[in-house]
């Protein structure tokens, strides 16, 4: 039980609660059929007490972080990387990360490659469609700047000069750790979101 | 009547990559297709003019990141030619191993991809399985899972480690039983065959006039395969058969390439028995000293020794997984080639894609451009 | 690198005055030079005398002229074959291909976009892979590459 002061900050403690920390540690651990109701008593109770908005924001966040939907598409090599990483070696649905077709079911988008001048205003189009809160994850070399193609007429160097990206993630293209590794990332980001 | 366009990408399940299908439908009809490419042109043919020949092999792992190997194979063929220099032997067989390695790995990734666009989930599982196993092989001699950066002009970058051969066959013995398997799955699965039977289908005609390649030629019957009718590296001393389908629709290019699997085992069982009993080098001697990128990085004195170098053309072409696929080097004396134009066999089998979409209905779309198997990173370049 | 041995095709009976050259190349069946005057007729020529599939169609920006090329597959000889002719650089148009093989028509569309080659009669010749209104020509010579820190430069491009 040595580890578990390291661990609070991570897991047990709110960052976003403030000092009257809530006790959402006991949410995460209730299971089945306990937790309804007890979601439910400890919401209303904690409603009443400290207003809304301090409550939602940690259990949308627990909740959001736990269950990225990255929008399910592939622009170029990083792509089929992503896809081993739906695949039986890596399982990244493990993670609660599962791919969607509409962006309108998404919450993280995957920039899984080249990003080309032609298909920019409808990766602009694809992410504005998107609900918020909403992330981007710049997958490989070229999202994140262009890659060997950086020089080419036609590649927008660097997906960042598009949308708003979080997580960074090199290689090219990186392997189905790395691409999980940058989720986690992800996942600790949101974790420590204040508004 | 009630016509409309309608969009399916770039973003759409069905395109397993960034393109555009417009169809023109009536209800449930297809009455129109055309096809919008570019959404992934990375202007690889222009950038290759600006790079060392060696560099270019970087950027032919990109082009079609399903099948690194074959498209480095190819390049490196063209450039040879266009440089004048022959391979040890030893490479040509090391190369015709990485190929069919590689086309055993687009295959499942394929087979993957198709049939779980059919609603078959099962498959994508298995099939992502069994590639892990063969990029497992590729990344113990060239260090990485898809881009390899593997082939130099004269040769190949390093032997194989130390039991490679051993390791290949079980992987080979594993999949072999696998294929099966996939058969089970899918040729004796009802649904599957009522999805595919009789759709998209494309006589052998149409095929040659319209330049389509590769296992959806095949499935219509003509046995045309540039490994036989024109064998380059080793595909000469090597013993297989085209595989071939009469039926041209989409249950025969699943055919065709199961099949061709099954080929490609033969054939690297040959290859690896071969390359047990004949150590040698791997590259080629006295190549020039801007080339010899296995010795020693190129400096940027090497820029400056301009060495007399003859002119010449590269011209080369491959049997690729997705069908034929050529390129042609210009080399003008330069460390640079002066122009490298590439043929994609899915650009030009998209192109075809009027004649065997309409008329089916819109449900029919996603088995039929699976069957087409779709890497727009080639076809866009 | 071997092609089968093919049957020799007597090209200059053949094409007769629009033939400039007959070029060997290396593990081919050659190369044709032709008068791009005479485009049309040589395509016919070349496709009745059993050259059925149009692999590719490339176009050269040699500065003081371009030069397109058609490479040619024949399942009966077993071999490839190809075509060549020069265009000057301030008029560069030739007859399309595309009324004798169809799958010309999407690599005239991209000679046209990259290499600015005009095909005279072709169906579509609108951009393919760049977006539309795109007004260069990137495989030509004079189109340089640059380094993607100025932005500005590369959103005038597009």
């Known amino acids: ?60 966040n627990w909740a959001g972080r736990n269950s990225l939907f990255p929008l399910h598409w592939g622009l170029a090599c990083c792509a089929i990387e992503f ?111 204040k508004e | 009547m009630s016509e409309m366009w309608i969009n399916m990408g770039p973003q759409h399940p069905m395109t397993h990559g960034l393109w555009n299908l417009r169809v023109q439908i009536d209800g449930e009809l297809i009455l129109d297709v055309d096809p919008e490419m570019g959404y992934l042109h990375r202007g690889i043919e222009k950038i290759s003019e600006d790079r060392h020949y060696n560099e270019v092999v970087t950027l032919m792992d990109r082009t079609c990141y399903v099948a690194g190997m074959a498209w480095e194979h190819l390049y490196i063929l063209g450039a040879e030619q266009a440089l004048h220099l022959q391979p040890p032997e030893r490479a040509e067989y090391i190369r015709t191993m990485s190929e069919e390695f590689q086309r055993i790995a687009s295959h499942i990734m394929w087979y993957a991809a198709f049939v779980q666009d059919l609603g078959l989930m099962s498959p994508f599982l298995y099939g992502m399985r069994d590639r892990d196993l063969l990029l497992d092989l590729f990344q113990s001699y060239t260090g990485a899972r898809m881009t390899y950066e593997y082939m130099r002009v004269g040769g190949v970058r390093n032997d194989l480690p130390h039991g490679f051969t051993d390791r290949a066959r079980k992987v080979l013995d594993w999949l072999i039983e696998r294929f099966q398997e996939y058969d089970q799955l899918c040729m004796g699965s009802d649904i599957f065959r009522r999805r595919c039977d009789g759709l998209g289908v494309l006589s052998a005609r149409d095929c040659i006039d319209y330049g389509v390649t590769g296992p959806m030629l095949r499935s219509a019957g003509v046995a045309r395969d540039l490994r036989k009718d024109r064998p380059y590296s080793a595909y000469d001393r090597v013993d297989f058969d085209v595989a071939r389908a009469t039926t041209a629709d989409v249950t025969g290019r699943y055919l065709v390439r199961m099949e061709e699997m099954r080929q490609s085992v033969r054939i690297l069982r040959q290859v690896l028995d071969w390359l047990d009993h004949h150590p040698g080098p791997v590259m080629a001697e006295n190549l020039p000293r801007w080339l010899g990128a296995p010795y020693a ?4 004195e090497g820029y400056l020794l301009k060495r007399e170098y003859p002119k010449g053309v590269g011209f080369a072409a491959i049997e ?62 | 690198m071997t092609a089968l041995p093919a049957p020799p095709v007597p ?17 081919t069946s050659g190369r044709i030079r032709f008068r791009s005057a005479d485009a049309e007729r040589v395509f016919r020529a070349v496709h009745d005398a059993g050259f059925h599939h149009l692999t590719m169609i490339g176009g050269i920006d040699w500065v003081d002229h371009r030069e397109v090329i058609y490479t040619l597959w024949s399942d009966a000889g077993k071999t490839y074959l190809f075509l060549s002719t020069d265009l000057p ?6 007859a399309t291909a595309t009324r004798v093989w169809p799958s010309a028509n999407w690599h005239e569309r991209e000679a046209w976009e990259m290499v600015d080659i005009q095909f005279e009669g072709h169906p579509d010749l609108r951009h393919l892979l760049m977006p539309d209104g795109y007004e260069f020509h990137p495989l030509l010579r004079s189109f340089k590459l640059h380094e993607p820190e100025d932005l500005e430069v590369k959103v005038r491009h597009v």
Not at chain 1, 113 to 126: D, E, S
Not at chain 3, 89 to 94: E, I, K, L
């Open chain 1, 1 to 60: 039980m040595s580890a578990a002061p390291e661990t609070k900050g991570v897991r047990g403690e709110l960052p976003g609660a403030g000092e009257a920390a809530v006790p959402f540690v006991e949410i995460e651990a209730l299971r089945s059929r306990e937790f309804i109701p007890a979601a439910k008593e400890a919401l209303t109770s904690l409603i009443a007490e400290q207003g809304q908005s301090k409550l939602i924001r940690p259990v949308f």
């Open chain 1, 83 to 193: 896809a081993a990483a739906f695949g039986a070696r890596w399982d990244a649905e493990r993670f609660g990360v599962v791919p969607r077709s509409s962006p309108r079911q998404c919450d993280l988008m995957i920039v899984n490659g080249t990003v080309t001048w032609k298909v920019a205003h409808k990766l602009i189009t694809l992410y504005e469609q998107m609900p918020e809160p909403k992330w981007v994850i710049a997958m490989g070399n070229c999202a994140t700047g262009g890659g060997p193609f950086r020089t080419a007429y036609s590649v927008v160097p660097g997906v960042d000069k598009l949308v708003p990206v979080d997580v960074y993630i090199a290689g090219c293209p990186p392997r189905p750790e790395a691409m999980l590794e940058g989720i986690l990332r992800l996942e600790d980001l949101i974790r420590l979101r």
């Open chain 2, 297 to 300: 990085p190129i400096g940027r």
């Open chain 2, 320 to 381: 690729e997984p997705h069908g034929e696929a050529a390129v042609y080097v210009v080399n003008q004396g330069g460390e640079h080639p002066y122009r490298v134009k590439f043929r994609s066999p899915v650009y030009v089998n998209l192109s075809a894609a009027r004649k065997y979409l309409v008329g089916y209905h819109v449900a029919d779309i996603p088995p039929i451009m699976g069957s087409v198997d779709v890497c727009v990173g080639e076809s866009d370049r």
């Open chain 3, 11 to 27: 090209w200059p009976e053949l094409l007769g005055e629009a033939l400039v050259a007959l070029e060997p190349m290396e593990g």
């Open chain 3, 89 to 94: 650089a301030d008029h560069p148009t030739v």
